[in-house]
């Protein structure tokens, strides 16, 4: 009983220094979502992904009409996509929001309208900017929007 009193304590004068949430990342919710499609070279070919842009999973976290406050309530969040084999990938949550169309973060379900095999999905996140591919995540299994804290005193 007292450790629990002490930790209570201590997380009181010092919170922790990221809030996490929950997205939807499952390709069932992800479905019934609107769906788009990117054009991305991959070498000498042109492949088209099909999914839901990143900015959908975000819900009315920041409404388009707020405009600024409303891209100001995440300038502090940034998105962390992981894939099942533990690789992540971290985004802008503000860049995402003023991505509504998926041009620069998709959530891919299929390829060259074929859904994605094992290897790549059922989820693949998907940045078409990105040269090196650097944070494409294979086998999305989740999403979390992560709300970093300045820690007060820290350089």
Do not use: C, F
Not at 52 to 72: H, K, N, T
């Amino acid at each position: 009983m007292l450790t629990a009193l002490i930790a209570t304590l201590l997380l009181a004068q010092n919170p922790p220094p990221a809030a996490v949430e929950v997205l939807p990342a499952d390709p069932a919710t992800l479905k019934g979502l609107g769906r788009v499609e990117v054009r991305v070279a991959e070498g000498p070919a042109t492949v088209v992904y099909a999914g839901v842009p990143l900015a959908s999973i975000l819900d009315r976290r920041a409404e388009p009409e707020a405009g600024m406050a409303g891209l100001r309530a995440l300038s502090d969040a940034v998105i962390l996509v992981r894939g099942t084999d533990g690789y992540q990938a971290a985004v802008s949550a503000a860049a995402v929001a003023m991505d509504p169309k998926g041009e620069r973060y998709l959530l891919a379900l299929a390829r060259d309208g074929k859904p994605l095999g094992t290897g790549e999905g059922p989820v693949r996140l998907v940045v078409p900017g990105d040269p090196k591919h650097a944070r494409w995540v294979k086998n999305v299994d989740a999403v979390r929007l992560v709300r970093l804290k300045m820690v007060v005193g820290s350089p």
